[in-house]
């Protein structure tokens, strides 16, 4: 059986989107700034960057 794994960034109140979520906007009005940190200017930071690469690492396929 292939092994799944999960990664998600979510709020210290329990938001993974901002609200208005659509096809065309997935993570909502706002919703990059919780995701700041692997896709805003945020994503430069050296730990970040390490973060990333551990979570990206092995990854076959991403489903959003």
């Known amino acids: 059986m292939p092994r ?4 998600m960034s979510i709020s210290a109140d329990g938001y993974v989107a901002g609200p208005h979520q659509a096809e065309a906007n997935p993570l ?19 730990v970040n960057q390490r973060v990333v690469s551990d979570m990206m ?6 489903i959003m």
């Open 4 to 7: 799944t794994n999960l990664s």
């Open 28 to 46: 909502g009005v706002g919703g990059k700034s919780l995701h700041g940190w692997h896709i805003g200017p945020e994503k430069d930071h050296p």
């Open 57 to 62: 690492d092995g990854i076959g396929a991403t």
